[in-house]
């Protein structure tokens, strides 16, 4: 059985988390993977407007993905709200405040061919601050040839990548953000972590931290949740076009504090 870590393995990791953008954590969802699977089988029955499917040109499994579904399907609001997730998530960001951005869901089935590009999150969100964390919850088992992988310390490298859609166009018509470089190309010279995973942990990564991950060539399917939170300093940050994910209705100043109803405050200490 798990035990709740003690003081000084909890600084151990936030300080790793702080370094390395990227840690794992082991077997701490356990409780919460029987919920979750149900609430991706709700969604997958009755997606959202904003589930975008990527469909392989070569006919191969196709690859769910689906946002913002929290305040409608119960299994992921209990998650939010009940779940230890805030908690690590402020301690990690090394914020007194976790506050809950959105969650998403990305199930790629046994087969398929879509790679998820090299990206980081932060260009594809109206949020900027260096107090943020996603946890990658993997429902499945995952094995390492089929695991997201991150580029640990690229959170700290002070760049900000062009955002691209899964089917390679550009997500903003006119942005200043640089180009992706080759990373596969660079592998040899970056240290890219991931890890076997079992259902109950998870990867705790920063919105600016560069990750990608391969096709699932496995048998099985890969089905994770992921859920997104942002600390003390997050601010508003308006882009150059329609962010992802979208939230039209929200009207806010570019640089004001990432203060709104649908944003709730989680975990304070
Ligand atoms: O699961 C994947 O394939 C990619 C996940 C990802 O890019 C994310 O959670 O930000």
């Not at 993977?33 to 070569?58: C, F, K, N, Q, Y």
């Not at 913002?68 to 998530?89: G, L």
Request: glycine share 6%; charged share 25%.
């Amino acid at each position: 059985m798990l035990t709740d870590p003690t003081p000084q393995e909890a600084d151990d990791s936030a300080e790793r988390y702080r370094q390395d953008g990227a840690i794992v954590l082991r077997g701490v969802f356990d409780a919460w993977i029987e919920p979750l699977r149900a609430g991706v089988d709700a969604l997958m029955a009755s997606p959202s407007p904003l589930e975008r499917t990527v469909r392989p040109a070569d006919g191969s499994a196709p690859f769910f993905q689906d946002l913002c579904n929290w305040q409608r399907i119960p299994e992921f609001e209990d998650f939010v709200f009940n779940s230890p997730a805030a908690e690590i998530a402020a301690r990690l960001m090394g914020s007194r405040t976790a506050r809950f951005f959105h969650d998403h869901v990305l199930v790629k089935q046994p087969g398929g061919s879509t790679v998820t590009p090299w990206h980081q999150d932060q260009p594809y969100y109206f949020v900027e601050g260096r107090q943020s964390v996603s946890f990658w919850i993997p429902l499945d088992p995952v094995s390492r040839d089929v695991v997201m992988e991150c580029i640990k310390g690229s959170h700290r490298w002070g760049k900000g990548f062009r955002p691209m859609r899964f089917d390679g166009t550009r997500l903003y018509a006119d942005d200043d953000f640089e180009v992706m470089p080759d990373i596969e190309a660079m592998r040899p010279t970056l240290d890219i972590a991931g890890w076997d995973m079992q259902p109950g942990d998870a990867i705790a990564f920063n919105f600016s931290t560069v990750h990608g991950a391969p096709a699932n060539q496995s048998p099985r399917a890969r089905r994770v949740f992921s859920a997104r939170w942002v600390g003390d300093d997050a601010v508003f940050a308006r882009r150059a076009g329609r962010t992802s994910p979208p939230f039209p209705d929200l009207s806010f100043e570019d640089g004001a504090p990432f203060d709104a109803p649908i944003f709730p405050v989680v975990y304070r200490s």
